[in-house]
């Protein structure tokens, strides 16, 4: 069964779970649209930083290359 | 999932039973919860995953017998919230709308009820039978963890079964209230506050048709303009839908944050009050040492104490000593003047006009000014900021220190929950102001988006300031005080000003963690490359707009008009500059300040009143183009034209006084 794709973020100030992508539906009327570095928690309005896609590319490169 | 089963594959099938007169069970919930547990609990040795109509979305059906009867039991997608964008939720919004399932049963995790309540109270919206499985009831009893099930099953107006999907234990009472839950009535919707709920009831009135989904469910999903809702309403009111739809329309619009995030927030408060009158910890707090430290930092006997200590630490010698002076003193003194500037001005040696010559370099050129700044000064002092403000996070300090400000906030009419944007402020004022937007009324946004102004300073400035004072920790605490006395009492007096009621707020405590290294190098480094690649540009910009008014006179001009202003503070005319940098970005002028003070410009008094003014001062053009925007141009004017003679009559007065105890 296939969970949902989405990635699953831990909100640094409420400590609660979400998904990045609700995140987005509290940055429908902001400028950037969705299109900036941060994640707003959807229980509590923290901007938590997304980390950049090249460290998660790092991340897995070393990862692979560690072994 | 089902290892050693019939399983086929049917791309695009009709999805729907082809048998409509057995009862339809779907098993619904967050991931990792037991939901695949318990479907093999429920289910027979025939499993069929197909995908649903239209979508790439497996779904997995299989024939279980209930009490007797033949069911067919469907396990969807694990969410944490039906409205979402993601195709697993729309395919799971649509199935239930179009009344794919007979009975819902959601799968939640014992241990962290308050999270799983908000799914289920939308569950309870859709005003289908709907049953709640609490499952993992094991590790629960093992965390001492005890659960009030008739309080839950009369508040939420369903079923409560705990159940161990494991072991097995439970599912026979599961399967009994299945079956009930089938026969009886649907249960009664939720009843939320604020707008929000008259909202949901004022569209929900004004539906007559029949529906699959309850009108609590659809009214949600109108004033967030889902658009199968929609057509839904089109399709089944006897007037097209036209009186509901504009009615939905025109609350959408009144609502000025986004509607979605709204109503997300309102069903979570619910769910947090649901999940405080049926959970409890049996165990005493205390039992452990986390704990323990962990209410501590939350009282104010023991918290303020360990907030100073925090602040000293991280801001003073971390930030300040460290990245602020040992850093920078390297890259200033070795990397940019030993290294890099001598060579950028060996390089435009050959540029015989002068004009552009001191566009690059020179004294205020874009390579020796803009890059050194940028790089020698804010780089180090933003990153040892980000480095603390994000180990900090880490470790689930920040809630505490939400509950620790709580009273001193109310008084200044603003609730806990307005730390978030305070603390952001400390990172970038420009986004905390946005953040504004998350406070429940609009006198509690329009106090913080002024205090955010006033006297919040950004991670550049705040680290700047640090650095520059590192050396008198007489003269840093002088200024603190200033700054916070200002917070408050200005504060204070603002919310005398602009009626209202005082905010509630309510927030759990989330468990101190234990700050891991992997996350705190990912958030800060997120961090700065967010600041830089923001950053940089702008001060690049700040360099050439410096370099024109220095060419055509005007930067002259203003600052010989903000002359007597600075005089009138005791500070030397250098410092008018460090005002017009501060006025582009907020750091930019405290790098210039900092830049003044190694000069040896400034005595102890004169950086005091110019930090303190400085912090004080309008915000730069960044927040303040989001406080337009934010609050609009009334409320922002007359922000900026109260905050100009606060800051200078602040100065004005600390100079005063220094002068005078000395
Ligand atoms: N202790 C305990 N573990 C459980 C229980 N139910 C499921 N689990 C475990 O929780 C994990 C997630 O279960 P799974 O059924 O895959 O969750 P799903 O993602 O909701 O389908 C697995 O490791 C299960 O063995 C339970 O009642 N008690
Ligand atoms: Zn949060």
């Known amino acids: ?67 | 999932m089902a290892d050693g089963r019939a399983s086929c594959h049917s791309a695009g099938g009709t999805g729907l039973p082809a048998d409509s007169s057995r009862l339809r069970v779907a098993l619904v919930g967050t991931p990792n919860v037991g939901k695949s547990a318990l479907f093999n609990r429920l289910t027979g040795r025939y499993v069929t995953v197909s995908n649903y109509p239209g979508t790439s979305v497996e779904i997995s059906r299989g024939a279980g017998t209930l009490g007797g009867e033949q069911v067919e039991v469907i396990d969807t997608p694990g969410m944490y919230s039906l409205t979402g964008s993601s195709e697993e939720q729309r395919m799971v919004r649509r199935f239930l709308f179009n009344g794919g399932a007979d009975v819902l049963v959601q799968v939640a995790d014992a241990k962290n009820l308050s999270r799983m309540l908000s799914l289920t109270l939308q569950l309870v919206e859709l005003g289908r039978p709907t049953v709640l499985a609490v499952n993992m009831m094991d590790e629960a009893v093992r965390h001492g963890i005890e659960l009030d099930v008739t309080r839950l099953s009369t508040q939420l107006g369903i079923a409560v079964v705990p159940i161990v999907a494991v072991e097995g234990s439970g599912i026979e009472d599961l399967k009994r209230a299945i079956i009930r839950g089938a026969r009886e009535r649907a249960p009664l919707p939720p009843v939320y506050g604020n707008g929000v709920g008259t909202a949901m009831r004022g569209v929900g009135a004004q539906l007559a048709g029949q529906y699959p989904i309850g009108t609590t469910a659809l009214a949600a999903l109108l004033i967030q303009a889902d658009e199968e809702a929609i057509a839904a309403v089109r399709r089944t009111e006897a007037d097209g839908g036209e009186q509901v739809l504009m009615t939905a329309r025109r609350l959408t619009e009144t609502f000025d944050a986004p509607v979605a995030y709204k109503i997300a927030l309102e069903r979570q408060q619910a769910a947090d009050d649901l999940a405080r009158g049926s959970v409890s910890q049996s165990r005493p707090f205390g039992a452990d040492w986390g704990t323990r430290l962990g209410h501590a930092l939350a009282r104010p006997s023991t918290g303020i104490p360990a907030l100073l200590v925090v602040l000293y630490l991280g801001l003073y010698k971390f930030v300040g000593q460290l990245g602020g002076g040992t850093m920078v003193d390297w890259l200033e003194r070795v990397l940019f003047g030993r290294h890099i500037n001598p060579f950028f001005e060996r390089l435009f040696l050959g540029i015989p006009w002068e004009p552009v010559r001191s566009l690059f370099v020179g004294e205020y050129g874009l390579l020796t000014l803009g890059v050194r700044y940028a790089v020698a000064v804010i780089l180090p002092i933003v990153g040892a900021f980000f480095l603390f403000f994000s180990l900090l996070e880490d470790s689930g300090y920040f809630p505490r220190l939400a509950l620790l400000v709580d009273r001193t906030f109310k008084r200044l009419g603003l609730s806990g929950r307005a730390v978030i944007p305070i603390v952001l402020g400390l990172a970038c004022d420009t986004m905390a102001t946005m953040v504004t937007r998350t406070l429940e009324t609009k006198r509690e946004r329009v106090l913080a988006t002024f205090l955010l102004a006033l006297a919040i300073p950004c991670s550049a400035q705040l680290g700047v300031i640090m650095a520059l004072m590192a050396q008198q920790p007489l003269a840093l605490s002088v200024w603190l005080g200033v700054v916070i006395a200002t917070f408050v009492v200005i504060g204070a007096l603002g919310a005398r000003v602009l009626p209202g009621e005082g905010p509630v707020f309510h927030m759990e405590l989330p468990p101190l963690r234990r700050p891991r290294l992997s996350n705190v190098v990912t958030k800060t480094v997120a961090r700065m490359q967010w600041y830089f690649l923001e950053v940089l540009p702008l001060f690049l910009l700040a360099s050439v707009f410096i370099w024109l008014g220095h060419l055509t006179g005007v930067f002259e001009l203003l600052s010989r008009a903000l002359g007597p202003l600075v005089r009138s503070l005791g500070l030397p005319p250098e410092t008018a500059t460090v005002f017009l940098f501060g006025f582009f970005r907020r750091d930019y002028g405290a790098a210039g300040l900092f830049d003044l003070q190694r000069q040896g410009v400034l005595d102890v008094v004169q950086v005091t009143v110019a930090a303190v003014t400085l912090t004080l001062f309008i915000p730069c053009v960044a927040q303040f183009l989001m406080m337009l925007k934010e609050r609009g141009v009334r409320t922002a004017v007359a922000m900026f034209v109260l905050i100009t003679p606060i800051a200078f009559g602040a100065g004005f007065l600390l100079n005063l006084v220094l002068r005078s105890v000395r």
């Open chain 1, 1 to 67: 069964m296939s969970q949902a794709t989405a990635r699953i973020m831990i909100c640094g100030f409420c400590a609660r779970e979400f998904e990045e992508d609700r995140a987005q539906t509290a940055c429908g009327s902001c400028l950037l649209n969705g299109g900036c570095r941060w994640a707003r928690c959807p229980h509590c309005g923290y901007e938590n930083p997304e980390s950049p896609r090249w460290m998660d590319r790092l991340a897995t490169w070393v990862d692979r290359h560690a072994r």
